[in-house]
C-alpha cells in the first residue's frame, strides 16, 4: 500500500491508536496492549505522537525522558536512537513532546522522513499513539498503519469525532489513491457539489464514481478493504453501552462503506485511573484483574484479526 509516497516493504505490524476526543483512555491502551503484546515476548515500540500532550511515559511509570521525538525533528536524530528502555520485556518508547507531529511547524519533508523511520524500525509491533484531533499530520500517520485502532467511550460527543476523524481519513485516503489517476481534483469537486450530484455520505460518492468511471471501480474497492478499523469501547458502565460498538459498524457500512471490526470494551474501573495516579503500570500490577483480561481479549483479537465473540452486527 502507498499512502503519501511512502511504501510498506516491512515485516513489522505498525498499529495506530486514535480517533477518539481526548480523555477516551487512548494512552492507557495504547500501553496496555503494548505492555500485554510485551508479556507474550513480542519485541514492541509504542512512539508517542500526541499534541502537546505527550504522556505515554507516565502510564509506564517513568518520568519525563531527556530524549524525544523533537531531537528528530531539530536535531536529525535517527528515531531507532530515541527508544528508551520500558523495563517492561522486550518494550521500548520513543517519547514525544511539545513539539508534536500534529503541528503545522513540522514539514511535509519531515513528515515523511518520520514515516520512512517508523517504517525501518526493527520490531514486530510498533504501536502509536497519536492523540485527539483531525490535523491533517494525524490523519496521514494514521493512515500509515497496518491496524488503525479507535478508542470511543459511549457517549455522544466522542461518537461523533470519532466518526468525523475516520470520514477525514477515509477521505484523505481515497484522495492520495486517485491522484496518480489524475482523479484527486474530480472527487474534490464531487464531494464539493454534492448537493448538486445527490450524494449524502462517503459511500454513495464512491458508489457514484464508480457509476461514472468504472475503470477506477477496483481502485476504489481496494482502498475500501484495505482500510481496516478496529474499535474498542472504553469505559463502558452498562451492557446498553456494549451495543453502541454494533451500532457504529453499522453506521461505517452505510455512511461509508467500511467494515470496522469491533474488537472489545474495557469497563470502567476506578482501580485505572488510581493506578495511573500512582504512576504504576497497571497491566503489571493489577494483570489478573477483570479489566487487565479484558484488555488481553481485544488485544489477541486485534492480532487475530477477529471480532469479540457475542458481537452483532
Ligand atoms: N476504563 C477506564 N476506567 C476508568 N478510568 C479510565 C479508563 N480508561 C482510562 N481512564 C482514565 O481516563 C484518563 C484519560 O485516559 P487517557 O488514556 O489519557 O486518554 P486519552 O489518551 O484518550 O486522552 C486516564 O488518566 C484514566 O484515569
Ligand atoms: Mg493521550
Redesign the pocket.
Known amino acids: 500500500m502507498e499512502t503519501i509516497g511512502v511504501k510498506k516493504n516491512k515485516e513489522g505490524e505498525i498499529w495506530a491508536i486514535g480517533g477518539?476526543?481526548?480523555?477516551?483512555?487512548?494512552?492507557?491502551?495504547?500501553?496496555s496492549m503494548g505492555t500485554y503484546l510485551a508479556g507474550k515476548g513480542k519485541r514492541i515500540v509504542l512512539i508517542d505522537v500526541?499534541i502537546g500532550?505527550a504522556?505515554l511515559h507516565s502510564?509506564l511509570g517513568i518520568s519525563r525522558p531527556k530524549k524525544s521525538l523533537s531531537f528528530f525533528f531539530e536535531k536529525g536524530v535517527p528515531l531507532s536512537k530515541l527508544a528508551l528502555k520500558t523495563g517492561i520485556g522486550d518494550m521500548y518508547l520513543i517519547s514525544g513532546d511539545i513539539h508534536s507531529l500534529a503541528s503545522d511547524s513540522i514539514k511535509f519533508t519531515q513528515k515523511l522522513k518520520l514515516f520512512r523511520h517508523i517504517l525501518k524500525l526493527n520490531k514486530q509491533y510498533v504501536l502509536i499513539?497519536l492523540?485527539?484531533g483531525s490535523h491533517k499530520n494525524t490523519i496521514d500517520t494514521f493512515l500509515i498503519a497496518d491496524k488503525m485502532i479507535v478508542?470511543l467511550e459511549p457517549e455522544i460527543i466522542a461518537i461523533e469525532n470519532m466518526y468525523h476523524f475516520i470520514k477525514n481519513s477515509l477521505f484523505r485516503k481515497l484522495k492520495m489513491s486517485l491522484r496518480s489517476y489524475g482523479f484527486k481534483e474530480i472527487v474534490e469537486y464531487m464531494w464539493e457539489s454534492r448537493e448538486k450530484y445527490k450524494i449524502n455520505n462517503l459511500n454513495e460518492l464512491i458508489e457514484c464514481l464508480k457509476n461514472s468511471f468504472s475503470h477506477i471501480g477496483d481502485i476504489l474497492d481496494k482502498e475500501l478493504s484495505d482500510f481496516k478499523i478496529y474499535l474498542i469501547l472504553?469505559?463502558?458502565r452498562s451492557s446498553q453501552d456494549i451495543i453502541i460498538g454494533s451500532s457504529i459498524k453499522s453506521i461505517f457500512m452505510k455512511y461509508l462503506g467500511v467494515e470496522a471490526q469491533f474488537v472489545g470494551y474495557?469497563?470502567?474501573?476506578?482501580?485505572?485511573?488510581?493506578s495511573?495516579?500512582e504512576r504504576k503500570p497497571f497491566m503489571m500490577n493489577y494483570g489478573t484483574s477483570r479489566?487487565a483480561k479484558e484488555i488481553g481479549t481485544f488485544t489477541e483479537n486485534i492480532l487475530q484479526g477477529r471480532e469479540i465473540k457475542h458481537s452483532r452486527s
Request: proline share 0%.
Open positions: 477518539g476526543k481526548g480523555g477516551t483512555g487512548k494512552t492507557f491502551i495504547t500501553s500526541d500532550g504522556n502510564f499513539d492523540g485527539g478508542v472504553n469505559k463502558v474495557l469497563e470502567y474501573d476506578n482501580t485505572i485511573w488510581r495511573i495516579r479489566s
